[in-house]
């Protein structure tokens, strides 16, 4: 491969997920994924340590829409019987940052554990697409391409929530533009919104 993959950019955007409202998460979970829970604690955790070691700010969100990522593409994995060695994560790390921010990031144990998942979940969809799960091969992009529409459609039974202070998501991405609004609106959020703009109403009669 000529361009060595990003972790947050190309190899977030060929897995792409199923939809999910946002209502839904456990108190305290950034985000549920087929019954496995990721922790509020986690993601900020993992954001400061990851972002320390990239020498830039990287949003919450994005640390939780590629977390989200990696563990849908394991739950696939796991349905088709993909498995992935640690000599084929180890190979694929060095394709995802230049080597001063792979050696950052390494030095973490957090940001290092997310590296190695994001590295997993590349190697998982290529290998979804038919592929050996190698990432430096000229179809290497192809091929997470491909993976990312068999993720797509074997995840079509795993359910996705994420909690509404991160964003909505909506056709298979976070959209942090409607951040702190929920998908779906309980019934009693519902009930409580109606009684405060039926008292405004009574107030300004």
């Not at 940001?111 to 592929?131: D, M, N, Q, Y």
Request: aromatic fraction near 2%; charge should be negative.
């Amino acid at each position: 491969m000529s361009t060595r993959l990003r972790a947050l950019g190309v190899v977030a955007a060929t897995v792409l997920l199923t939809g999910g409202c946002a209502a839904g998460t456990h108190p305290g979970a950034a985000a549920v994924v087929g019954g496995t829970e990721i922790s509020s604690s986690h993601v900020d955790d993992t954001a400061r340590a990851f972002s320390a070691a990239v020498g830039e700010s990287v949003p919450v969100p994005a640390i939780v829409n590629q977390m989200v990522s990696d563990q849908l593409t394991e739950q696939v994995g796991q349905q088709k019987s993909i498995s992935v060695s640690d000599a084929e994560v180890a190979a694929a790390i060095p394709l995802m940052f230049n080597d001063q921010v792979t050696k950052k990031l390494q030095a973490d144990p957090l940001s290092s554990a997310f590296l190695k998942e994001i590295a997993a979940g590349a190697v998982t969809s290529a290998k979804l697409a038919g592929g050996n799960g190698r990432l430096d091969t000229a179809d290497a992009q192809q091929q997470l391409q491909a993976g990312s529409e068999a993720v797509k459609e074997a995840a079509k039974d795993i359910k996705v929530t994420v909690s509404p202070r991160y964003g909505q998501w909506t056709n298979g991405r976070l959209d942090t533009t409607i951040s702190g609004s929920l998908s779906q609106e309980s019934d009693q959020t519902a009930a409580k919104r109606k009684a405060a703009e039926s008292a405004q109403q009574q107030g300004q009669g």
